[in-house]
């Protein structure tokens, strides 16, 4: 499994005290020095390794922060045999965008990582899914993250996970 923006391998951690058959190597723009993974910089924009090198490709809350989600979703397509999983967030609902940049703020201002603000609603999630010839397998904006009573601001169904197949070439 590749992990497109692992920061410093906490998740990635938990995937593998729970999953040890599985191998995860991580990237990023900013290396941390302490990482519980192995970590690999790249530029942000084009994924280091060569076609078909992963099963999966992992996002979780990063094609928010880059200028061109479509561009490191078809990179991540490039590399990933099979299954591409993502973690973000829709800007759909009432003051939305002003709650993800707030919430994108706290908690990335202080690592230095870059901040576009580039939400998508759900609508053009999809579209760029089909774009990209990926199956939705699985979506649910249903994730539960936050505690009673901050999840009446922060959940609202503006986080979602999706976990997409890799299209099928065309017959003809």
């Not at 992963?54 to 099979?82: K, N």
């Not at 539960?144 to 169904?157: C, E, H, S, T, V």
């Amino acid at each position: 499994m590749l992990d497109v923006g692992c920061g410093d391998g906490t998740l990635d951690s938990l995937i593998l005290a729970a999953r040890p058959d599985v191998s995860i190597h991580g990237i990023d723009v900013l290396v941390r020095p302490q990482t519980r993974i192995s970590v690999t910089r790249f530029d942000g924009t084009c994924i280091p390794f060569e076609t078909g090198t992963f099963d999966v490709v992992l996002f979780v809350d990063v094609l928010h922060h880059t200028r061109d989600p479509l561009g490191l979703m078809r990179e991540a397509s490039r590399v990933s045999r099979r299954t591409l999983v993502i973690k973000d967030h829709t800007k759909d609902g009432v003051l939305a965008g002003p709650t993800l940049r707030l919430m994108d703020w706290v908690g990335n201002a202080h690592h230095g990582v870059v901040l576009p603000y580039n939400y998508w609603p759900e609508s053009s999630w999809k579209s760029a899914f089909k774009t990209l010839d990926l199956l939705v397998e699985h979506w649910s904006a249903e994730i539960g993250l936050y505690p009673w009573p901050a999840n009446l601001l922060f959940d609202r169904r503006l986080h979602f996970v999706a976990t997409l197949g890799k299209g099928r070439p065309a017959t003809g």
